[in-house]
């Protein structure tokens, strides 16, 4: 099984969260992007990302709220798995 891809994304409202992604086929204007288990990264700590308001742990957002996806360090993702296992 292929290993999920997890990003580092940097939103246009500055938020900064971590997260597996994936881009899903979607029409015009509609979400595009599946966020499984986001987190916003504040510092050094992780906080899960909208759980205060759903009990949904896959997100769907629009790309173009996505201003620059990197790759995270190692030990950020090293935190990440061991928060999401």
């Not at 916003?40 to 949904?56: A, I, R």
């Amino acid at each position: 099984m292929e290993e999920p891809t997890v990003m580092l994304m940097f939103l246009m409202n500055s938020t900064i969260l971590i997260s597996e992604i994936e881009e899903v086929v979607a029409d015009l204007g509609q979400p595009d992007c599946k966020l499984v288990n986001p987190f916003e990264v504040k510092g050094d700590t992780l906080t899960p990302w909208m759980y205060d308001y759903s009990d949904e742990r896959t997100i769907m957002i629009s790309s173009d709220k996505i201003l620059t996806l990197v790759e995270p360090k190692q030990d950020l993702l090293n935190k990440y798995k061991e928060l999401t296992q």
